[in-house]
């Protein structure tokens, strides 16, 4: 609970949104953690496994990109890991589903 400036009330702050911006080591460890967590839900909806962990990483964070353009565009805020993993994954979707339509599924069993 913070004071207003000039003393008379309390106010709760809402949690912020997600920004991109500068990060410390453990805030990039945790957005490198959940691209990665992303990736994998993205290869596992889109694939039915994933595709490798560099992969995984890879299609989370960019999938991130694409998601939080996509969602300032809609005015749709993300809160919290679990927001930035929602986003991550709508974008790796549409990032994957993307690239189906140009090359073709891919259904090699290695």
């Known amino acids: 609970m913070l004071r207003r400036p000039d003393g008379t009330k309390e106010v709760k702050l809402p949690p912020a949104p997600f920004v991109a911006g500068i990060a410390s080591t453990s805030e990039v460890l945790g957005i490198i953690i959940a691209g990665l967590i992303a990736g994998w839900l993205t ?14 990483i890879l299609l989370g964070l960019v999938g991130a990109v694409i998601g939080q353009a996509i969602f300032a565009r809609l005015g749709v805020l993300v809160y919290g890991r679990i927001g930035f993993i929602a986003m991550g994954v709508v974008g790796a979707v549409i990032l994957v589903a993307i690239i189906h339509l140009i090359r073709g599924p891919d259904y090699r069993t290695t």
């Open 43 to 56: 290869g596992k909806l889109m694939r039915g496994r994933g595709y490798g962990i560099i992969a995984d």
